[in-house]
Structures are given as C-alpha cells and as structure tokens.
C-alpha cells in the first residue's frame, strides 16, 4: 500500500515563496509519475503540476507555469512543489497523487493521494 503525505504548507504574504514536499511510503512507486492538484473553497479540483519518474518531462497548468517547479528525488521517494511569486489566488488545498499513469491532468488518473497541506496567501 502506497501512502502520500503532504507537508510545508503555511502562511505566506503575496510574492514570497513556498516549498511543499509529498514523502511516499509503504510500496515502492516503481515508475509511476507523480502530481499536484489544489482546490480551493468553492471551487473544483484543479491540476497544478505533474512530473515522469524519471523527472525528465514536467507538465504544468498556464496558471503556474514559470512560477512553481516540480521536481523529485526517487532516492528519497519524495517529490517537490517550489512556489514562488504567490499570489492570493494560489490559496488553496495541495494535494499529492501518484499511479501508474504517464503525465495526466486528470485527477481520475491518479490512484493514490494524500491528504493535503494548506496553502494561504495573504494580500
């Protein structure tokens, strides 16, 4: 059994920078790719971000692009969300998923998740 764990979520004013993290345990991921969605309140889940096993193809949402990076460390078993330049709108829920999928923005694609870190943005 695959479990995610999400951590690194805070307060943070417009502008700055937030690292989240998602540390895998349990079963070995394999080559599964991994991703990050976020929901706010109100709103619908929403993908962010998605990486390959490997690292070498990333895929992001317009609304991030050039502004958060993916990236993981298999040796580790964990994968990365850099977030700089926040704005209000990135306030939301973050959550990690994984499964033996390639790249998809689709959240149905994903057959483990975690349980979230909360992402706050203050003007």
């Known amino acids: 059994q695959v479990q995610l764990v999400e951590s690194g979520g805070g307060l943070v004013q417009a502008g700055g920078s937030l690292r989240l993290s998602c540390a895998a345990s349990?079963?070995?991921?394999?080559?599964?790719?991994m991703a990050w969605f976020r929901q706010a309140p109100g709103k619908e889940r929403e993908f962010v971000a998605a990486?390959?096993?490997?690292?070498?193809?990333?895929n992001y949402a317009d609304s991030v692009k050039g502004r958060f990076t993916i990236s993981r460390d298999n040796a580790k078993n964990t994968m990365y969300l850099q977030m700089n330049s926040l704005k209000v709108e990135d306030t939301a829920v973050y959550s990690c998923a994984t499964g033996p999928t390639n790249i998809e923005t689709s959240p149905r694609r994903y057959a483990y998740w975690g349980q979230g870190t909360q992402v706050t943005v203050s003007s």
């Open positions: 990486i390959t096993w490997g690292g070498r193809s990333t």
């Open positions: 349990g079963r070995t991921l394999g080559f599964w790719a």
